[in-house]
């Protein structure tokens, strides 16, 4: 049974990486808004699927790449790769700002208890794969390989390959970049200070509609980058496919402490690690099953997560 995860450990721990990176940035789009909110977007996995179909639409529509085409080199490759990674994270922040705009503002301004506010998210979610679904005939979509899965070397036995080193290290530059705005930059302290105490931010001057449009919107870009991502290492998207993807994502979230932003970067990983080495022992039909148990054991023996919840100061 665990002959395939010790022969191919290395290779297998490398592919883990990449989806833990990708899971990573997902679940910083569900972390950002719970952190502001203190409610989770269950639009985020839409968000997630919206923003594949950013990149595919780049390579296909745009530069007009096919499935037959050779894959682009030199300056080429990074002006498409460049190009469809913005259009991921416009593509899915625009979405995420929809989201905030109509399913959480208008309530929150009418003062409208939780129950509604994630009733409508679950709503416009269904809305969001629903056209999705209608665009695309309920059909799988391909997207064209413009960037060649060339073997850059082997390390221990495990072929590193392209496509995976630019997922890993620039998903974590992405993630760098995005920790530093929320501690460093006057916006990030502003929804850090929302996060902390609403109503002190508000006596402070921070307006609350512009931090919360501005949680979303970098919730989204993250979550969007995770689209590129996904499309360059797995190629393939469908109307459907934000909801196995936001499961792991919040998942991940949870498990290192919803709402903690380093704890959704050690959760991301750490589930895509487990994701991986589950179905190397078990078989690739117990993946969604190994998250769906990761989940109900953290919520049963560590529901704060590993990291802590972030916790907001109870109003007065």
């Known amino acids: 049974m665990f002959a395939v995860l010790i022969d191919q450990f290395w290779a297998l721990t490398i592919a883990g990486l990449a989806l833990g990176f990708i899971y990573v940035l997902i679940s910083l789009g569900y972390t950002m808004v719970y ?35 050779e894959p682009a080199t030199g300056f080429k490759l990074a002006l498409v790769l460049l ?33 509604a506010t994630l009733i409508s998210a679950i709503g416009i979610s269904i809305v969001l794969s629903e056209i999705m679904r209608l665009l695309t005939d309920s059909r799988p979509v391909g997207s064209p390989r413009v960037l060649e899965k060339t073997i850059l070397t082997e390390v221990w036995g495990a072929n590193i390959r392209l496509d995976t080193v630019i997922t890993i290290i620039a998903a974590a530059i992405i993630y760098i970049i995005l920790e530093r705005f ?15 105490n609403e109503d002190a931010a508000k006596l402070m001057g921070v307006n609350l509609n512009r931090v919360i449009t501005a949680t979303f919107l970098v919730g989204g870009l993250a979550t969007g980058a995770a689209s590129f991502f996904y499309i360059t290492v797995f190629e393939y998207t469908k109307f459907n496919i934000g909801f196995t993807m936001g499961l792991a994502a919040f998942t991940a979230a949870v498990i290192g402490g919803i709402g903690n932003i380093r704890g959704a970067f050690y959760g991301g990983l750490a589930l895509g690690l487990l994701e991986v080495y589950a179905s190397a022992v078990l078989g690739t039909q117990w993946k969604a099953v190994t998250v769906f148990i990761v989940l109900v054991l953290v919520l049963l023996f560590k529901p704060n997560g590993l990291f802590g919840e972030a916790v907001q100061t109870t109003r007065a």
């Open 35 to 69: 952190g502001v909110l203190r409610m989770i977007n269950f639009a985020n996995s839409e968000i997630f699927m919206w923003g594949t179909f950013g990149t595919v639409i780049t390579s296909r529509d745009i530069f007009k790449y096919t499935q037959v085409s």
């Open 83 to 115: 190009s469809s990674l913005l259009m991921s994270m416009l593509v899915a922040g625009l979405t995420a700002v929809f989201v905030e705009y109509v399913a959480y503002r208008r309530l929150r301004m009418r003062g409208t208890n939780r129950l």
């Open 182 to 196: 929320v501690k460093l930059s006057r916006m990030g302290k502003a929804i850090r200070a929302v996060s902390m």
